[in-house]
């Protein structure tokens, strides 16, 4: 049985900055484990301390579908997100295409071919438009996902036990495919804003509403059933 801990977290920085990126820490996960032919990598540039997700976003082979990823390859670190309001993304270079950052808080056992079972997973598109370098991105751009598609009674991400961070591509049914390049130099936690003191002198009282940011997505929906999900699925 595996031991799960939680990483030492100094800082803001999951990867980048005082974190140095390093290429053992990912694993690839493309549509060859499902007959495609897309392909990744994670290169790591040491001399600016950026990764470079790259590869071949095929969509000739599974007609019109097709996707390639890169995930932190542990199965036993957590990440603790609670106290930060989303992620923040440094991308020093950007080739148009639309990537997604995922997150999971649990994985599931590979099958018995050594394939990763599905399971849901917290999915925030973007993409990264001319001159822009930062990206961020809240805790409700994270939408509940299986199998790529959206679950609508989907349970709230829990943001203390991250157990995999994950940047991918896919053809969104035949909409981008081919070459594709994105650098980062870091991804971090947004520090919550503080609201103002009740005692403020220029609070004029009209904004009564002050609430906890450390939000989950999609907080409101309390139904956090999936057993009809779950049923039969392997």
């Given at each position: 049985?595996?031991?799960?801990?939680?990483?030492?977290?100094?800082?803001?920085?999951?990867?980048?900055?005082?974190?140095?990126?390093?290429?053992?820490?990912?694993?690839?996960?493309?549509?060859?484990?499902?007959?495609?032919?897309?392909?990744?990598?994670?290169?790591?540039n040491k001399d600016t301390n950026t990764?470079?997700?790259?590869?071949?976003?095929?969509?000739?082979?599974?007609?019109?579908?097709?996707?390639?990823?890169?995930?932190?390859?542990?199965?036993?670190?957590?990440?603790?997100?609670?106290?930060?309001?989303?992620?923040?993304?440094?991308?020093?270079?950007?080739?148009?295409?639309?990537?997604?950052l995922n997150l999971r808080d649990e994985?599931?056992?590979?099958?018995?071919?050594?394939?990763?079972?599905?399971?849901?997973?917290?999915?925030?598109?973007?993409?990264?438009?001319?001159?822009?370098?930062?990206?961020?991105?809240?805790?409700?751009?994270?939408?509940?996902?299986?199998?790529?598609?959206?679950?609508?009674?989907?349970?709230?991400?829990?943001?203390?036990?991250?157990?995999?961070?994950?940047?991918?591509?896919?053809?969104?049914?035949?909409?981008?495919?081919?070459?594709?390049?994105?650098?980062?130099?870091?991804?971090?936690?947004?520090?919550?804003?503080?609201?103002?003191?009740?005692?403020?002198?220029?609070?004029?009282?009209?904004?009564?509403?002050?609430?906890?940011?450390?939000?989950?997505?999609?907080?409101?929906?309390?139904?956090t059933g999936l057993g009809w999900l779950?049923?039969?699925?392997?």
């Amino acid at each position: 049985m595996e031991v799960l801990y939680t990483k030492p977290q100094s800082s803001p920085y999951f990867f980048g900055g005082p974190q140095p990126w390093s290429s053992f820490s990912w694993a690839s996960s493309d549509d060859r484990v499902r007959g495609g032919s897309s392909h990744s990598y994670l290169t790591i540039n040491k001399d600016t301390n950026t990764a470079i997700f790259h590869g071949n976003l095929d969509i000739k082979t599974l007609g019109g579908a097709g996707f390639a990823s890169q995930h932190t390859a542990s199965t036993t670190e957590l990440w603790d997100l609670s106290s930060y309001a989303g992620l923040e993304l440094s991308i020093p270079k950007s080739d148009g295409h639309t990537y997604t950052l995922n997150l999971r808080d649990e994985l599931q056992d590979p099958r018995p071919d050594g394939r990763q079972r599905s399971g849901l997973v917290w999915e925030a598109k973007f993409k990264v438009e001319k001159g822009q370098t930062k990206v961020r991105l809240g805790w409700k751009e994270f939408r509940p996902t299986y199998r790529g598609r959206e679950v609508h009674m989907g349970r709230p991400l829990i943001l203390a036990g991250v157990k995999r961070f994950e940047i991918m591509i896919r053809s969104f049914f035949g909409e981008q495919e081919g070459d594709f390049e994105l650098e980062i130099e870091s991804i971090k936690g947004i520090e919550q804003e503080k609201g103002r003191y009740r005692d403020d002198p220029n609070d004029s009282g009209d904004d009564d509403k002050y609430y906890d940011e450390k939000q989950q997505p999609y907080s409101e929906d309390e139904d956090t059933g999936l057993g009809w999900l779950c049923c039969g699925i392997c």
